[in-house]
T-cell receptor, first 111, second 116 residues
Framework: GEDVEQSLFLSVREGDSSVINCTYT??????LYWYKQEPGAGLQLLTY???NMDMKQDQRLTVLLNKKDKHLSLRIADTQTGDSAIYFC???????????WGLGTSLAVNP | GAVVSQHPSRVICKSGTSVKIECRSL??????MFWYRQFPKQSLMLMAT?????????EQGVEKDKFLINHASLTLSTLTVTSAHPEDSSFYIC????????????FGPGTRLTVT
């Protein structure tokens, strides 16, 4: 079945850039989403990219998509302590609105 | 925009009782709602998908008689955990999607269920 893989942990210093990587298996994904989950909370949609795009920038966030390698990344510029959270990439593999979830990457931002 | 609420945020109940969790889309019409379960340090596990006015579609391994889902209107879906047991203790999260073409899901804040 469809699968999503992410590194489980990432630690950066405040002010540095963070890059969270994701690989997925389903090549038919039309939309690929990035969600953020803070402890004990629901998920917040950060951004998404359409499969015919290579890059999307939204303020401090840059999403890169390599469709050939099925690789998605999220770059957070000038990472702040408030960015500490778990980040999930979630491809939508078809038109049934379901998203595919990996285990997420826990980002720790150190002062 | 695209705000989803859940109620209650936390609930403690005794084994054998039933608990209802509400999920509401506050400023848009949710044609599709999803119910997830999340264990500590785990990913989201999709339990079921519900479309307004029709029966929910349950994922494999999820007991539909135990987790009753009702999506009676375009702004409200409910999940009832029947005859709850301690192993049902978990974080339950709903999400809602409108009829737009980009398929994004907007999530509620989650409900922490503890069964004693």
């Amino acid at each position: 079945g469809e699968d999503v893989e992410q590194s489980l942990f990432l630690s950066v210093r405040e002010g540095d850039s963070s890059v969270i990587n994701c690989t997925y298996t389903d090549s038919s994904s039309t939309y690929l989403y990035w969600y953020k989950q803070e402890p004990g909370a629901g998920l917040q949609l950060l951004t998404y990219i359409f499969s015919n795009m290579d890059m999307k920038q939204d303020q401090r966030l840059t999403v890169l998509l390599n469709k050939k390698d099925k690789h998605l990344s999220l770059r957070i510029a000038d990472t702040q302590t408030g960015d500490s959270a778990i980040y999930f990439c979630a491809p939508n593999p078809g038109n049934n609105r379901k998203l595919i979830w990996g285990l997420g990457t826990s980002l720790a931002v150190n002062p | 925009g695209a705000v989803v609420s859940q109620h209650p945020s936390r609930v403690i109940c005794k084994s054998g009782t039933s608990v209802k969790i509400e999920c509401r889309s506050l400023d848009f019409q949710a044609t599709t709602m999803f119910w997830y379960r999340q264990f500590p340090k785990q990913s989201l596990m999709l339990m079921a998908t519900s479309n307004e006015g029709s029966k929910a579609t349950y994922e494999q391994g999820v007991e539909k008689d135990k987790f009753l889902i009702n999506h009676a209107s375009l702004t409200l879906s409910t999940l009832t955990v029947t005859s709850a047991h301690p192993e049902d203790s978990s974080f339950y999260i709903c999400s809602a999607s409108d009829s737009g073409g980009s398929y994004e899901q907007y999530f509620g804040p989650g409900t922490r269920l503890t069964v004693t």
